[in-house]
T-cell receptor, first 113, second 111 residues
């Protein structure tokens, strides 16, 4: 059984550009959450989706958006990239809700130059 | 919103000794408290979790305690081994709304 997969693994973008990150949850998992992890810090919660509906949102600007598809995969979109958006973006999936064990993907390392 | 503080930021122990990491949270509505281990360049992995209706949980060399009144929870690792060296994160969640992570503790186990 495959774990949580994220694509791409690494990405370099220029300030002002747009980026789309993708996540495929573990088969059978209906909940997907997105986190931003800056080097040396803990993951910061961005979004949580359950059954294709947004159920939670962290303190991130409107430049950040996400969606979940009928197959429970998810996309995180970031517009008008800033240098400060450079980070590891982690996706986590869980069976029912965030209060069950969450499994993280390997992350997408985004560098904004 | 929720605020999770984690101490210490770094911890060095001799192999075989115990390690204790402490976290405090601010939101009394938080009811789920997972702990993650993250090795360098790898994804966070859940090592143990506890819910607010339980005071203590143990899994082999790892244990977690929760004091709801004081809003404290702690991770205890006994008989530490070099492979326990990693960054450990605590987190608190009240359900769908938000999962808040601590700032991390870098544990070094000295052989």
């Amino acid at each position: 059984d495959a774990g949580v997969t994220q694509s791409p693994t690494h990405l370099i973008k220029t300030r002002g550009q747009h980026v789309t990150l993708r996540c495929s949850p573990i088969s059978g998992h209906k909940s997907v959450s997105w986190y931003q992890q800056v080097l040396g810090q803990g993951p910061q919660f961005i979004f949580q989706y359950y059954e294709k509906e947004e159920r939670g949102r962290g303190n991130f600007p409107d430049r950040f958006s996400a969606r979940q598809f009928p197959n429970y995969s998810s996309e995180l979109n970031v517009n008008a990239l800033l240098l400060g958006d450079s980070a590891l973006y982690l996706c986590a999936s869980s069976w029912d809700s965030p209060n069950t064990e969450a499994f993280f993907g390997q992350g997408t390392r985004l560098t904004v130059v | 919103g929720e605020n999770v503080e984690q101490h210490p930021s770094t911890l060095s122990v001799q192999e075989g000794d115990s390690a204790v990491i402490k976290c405090t949270y601010s939101d009394s509505a938080s009811n789920y408290f997972p702990w993650y281990k993250q090795e360098l360049g790898k994804r966070p992995q859940l090592i143990i979790d506890i819910r607010s209706n339980v005071g203590e949980k143990k899994d082999q060399r790892i244990a977690v305690t929760l004091n709801k009144t004081a809003k404290h929870f702690s991770l205890h690792i006994t008989e530490t081994q070099p492979e326990d060296s990693a960054v450990y994160f605590c987190a608190a969640s009240e359900g769908y709304q938000k999962v808040t992570f601590g700032t991390g503790t870098k544990l070094q186990v000295i052989p």
